[in-house]
């Protein structure tokens, strides 16, 4: 199993940046790919976010491209998501998520990750 804790969250105003970070404890010999979801209030799980193991491969939603970057560090157990230009729809809760693959895939649809961190929450104020 993988344990996960984020970190980084809190106030930030439109237009400023945050950083958000995302710990990898327990079995992380295996190759795992990394994910941040987000959740508002009223709202659906949308998808944030994708890294693979290697680090080679990242996908990105819609509605944050060009302006969140993921990314993860040599070891590969911590994942960061950078987080620039925010607006106010992006206040949500935001959760870190991992699952067991090969090394260069990722996948953005939450119902196939296996492990969840607790949240942290962004919120952007206007």
């Known amino acids: 199993q993988v344990q996960l804790v984020e970190s980084g969250g809190g106030l930030v105003q439109a237009g400023g940046s945050l950083r958000l970070s995302c710990a990898a404890s327990?079995?992380?010999?295996?190759?795992?790919?990394m994910s941040w979801f987000r959740q508002a209030p009223g709202k659906e799980r949308e998808f944030v976010a994708a890294?693979?193991?290697?680090?080679?491969?990242?996908v990105y939603g819609d509605s944050v491209k060009g302006r969140f970057t993921i990314s993860r560090d040599y070891a590969g157990n911590t994942v960061y998501l950078q987080m620039n230009s925010l607006k106010p729809e992006d206040t949500a809760v935001y959760y870190c998520?991992?699952?067991?693959?090969?090394?260069?895939?990722?996948?953005?649809?939450?119902?196939?990750?296996?492990?969840w961190g607790q949240g942290t929450q962004v919120t952007v104020s206007s």
């Open positions: 327990g079995r992380t010999f295996s190759p795992y790919a």
């Open positions: 998520a991992a699952k067991y693959l090969p090394p260069n895939y990722v996948d953005y649809q939450g119902a196939a990750y296996n492990y």
């Open positions: 890294i693979s193991w290697s680090g080679g491969n990242a």
